[in-house]
């Protein structure tokens, strides 16, 4: 009682810092860039109402915008289903009892430490290398080589971190079910099926999350690689929103309501893919 009585007095002193860095970096910015994304501005002083003209413009005024939105969402699909497949199938690999399990863990970790930036051009001068000299082209040759290119990368960089959510989930389950089960005459698919995905639910659940996030999200990584060449072809939402408002003239607009309906898309599809996945945990 006196605990409760404790809490309830200090919670405001605590939680005050908190709730002003949160309204201050993110609620007071978000209402402004809204409300800027129904205006024409150049500095947000000069901002004059033009209502959802900016927005109407973002979908009409060429095929940009949703050509890079139907990008995202195609390399989005295909690599969190490859980052996850693959990170998962090594995380079943290095729980078991094999030498140098370590070792292969920070491997496999170690790209996820690099900044997209830097693996963009890491991996621009190894795909043009192969393709240069089996072909005489290079990545910005064709839209495939660049989405392909893309999900290379992101594979190689995301896996790793993946893969030791994965190991965490796997080593926590019970030793007894997983006895229970050999007991029982069930096999490695079956058990994989039955009790080792099941039980790693919440786990599935968190890694598709962060990769759907950080795919549709994906900015340095396709500014380093392809740039969008050719032609725009392997730009994706982040990037075409930051040349629309830095780059074309007093659209600056224009990429602020770009900016809010990629947030609004990105929010809707994290909350359908987490209320799916969570569903199967209930399930589960």
Known sequence: MQVSKYLKKWFPVFALPATLAFMLAFVIPFALGLYLSFTKFQTVNDAQWVGVKNYVTA?????????ALWFSVRFAVVSVATVNVIAFALALLLTRALKGTNVFRA????PNLIGGIVAGYIWSLLINGF????FERDITYDSAYGFWGLVAMVNW???GYMMIIYI???????????????IDGAGFWSKLFRVTIPMVAPAITICTFLTMANCLKLFDQNLALTNGAPQNTTEGLALNIVRTFYFIRNHQGVGQAKAVIFFVFVALIAFLQLRATRSREVQA
């Open 107 to 110: 491997v496999f970790f170690l």
């Open 157 to 159: 960089q995301m896996i």
């Open 131 to 134: 393709l240069g000299r089996l």
């Open 59 to 67: 979908f009409t005024e060429n095929a940009d915008f949703l050509r």
């Open 168 to 182: 965490a989930a796997i080593q926590n389950v019970s030793s007894d079910v997983m006895e229970a089960a050999d």
